[in-house]
């Protein structure tokens, strides 16, 4: 007798294209190589909006609705659901109160050198902040990049990032990365020429 073991794989992402924030051609290149050629199906442009765990033999479910409309799309059932929704600072209860700093959508507001900035638009003298909690870019080069940064100002060195340096990785196999503008930043900026200058 042979065991047969059938591994399907469904994902679902709430924007319109597959891995949001890259270069679209990127995103299509992804899909010809990494999905297409396996068993993977995917849903994008679709909210899950309850899951309900597996019990009594009856299968883990997920109900889709449509990101714009709202409108009730599909409903999955799987052996399992890992839930993998993003990322949100954490900044609640750092006394930032004390220091006249409110945050912005939970984030900290800060300058182009990560100097965090109070209530009233002033810098607060010493401090800093980097990585998720400030909402510049939310990736672990980034938050590198934005420490060093950091270093090079407490050690007397004016230092201001260029977020457009940093790399964006997708942890695939093989591995996907980026750097710098894509078509559509670069042609969003190319039409305020003051910025190039």
């Known amino acids: 007798m042979k065991l047969v073991i059938v591994s399907q794989v469904t ?15 990127i995103g299509k290149l992804a899909q010809r190589v990494l999905i297409n050629p396996r068993k993977i199906d995917y849903h994008t442009g679709v909210f899950a909006t309850k899951i309900t765990p597996a019990k009594d033999g009856k299968p883990v479910t997920i109900e889709l609705i449509d990101a714009k409309t709202k409108e009730p ?17 954490f900044t609640q209860g750092l006394g930032l109160e004390n220091v ?14 990560m100097r965090v900035i109070d209530s009233k638009g002033k810098l607060v003298p010493h401090l800093y902040c980097i990585g998720d909690a400030n ?5 672990a080069h980034a938050a590198s990049a934005q420490g060093i940064s950091v270093v090079e100002q407490v050690s007397g060195k004016d230092h201001v990032l260029n977020h457009l340096s940093i790399p964006a990785a997708c942890f695939t196999h093989p591995e996907i990365s980026m750097v710098g503008l894509t078509e559509v930043c670069s042609f969003t900026i190319s039409k305020i020429p003051l910025l190039l200058c």
């Open 73 to 89: 799309k599909d409903t999955l059932e799987v052996d399992a659901a890992l839930i993998a929704t993003g990322r949100a600072p």
């Open 11 to 25: 994902f679902v992402e709430a924007l319109d294209q597959l891995m949001p924030g890259f270069d679209p051609e």
């Open 100 to 113: 006249n700093v409110e945050t912005q959508r939970g984030f900290i507001p800060v300058d182009e050198r």
């Open 135 to 139: 909402g510049k870019m939310m990736l």
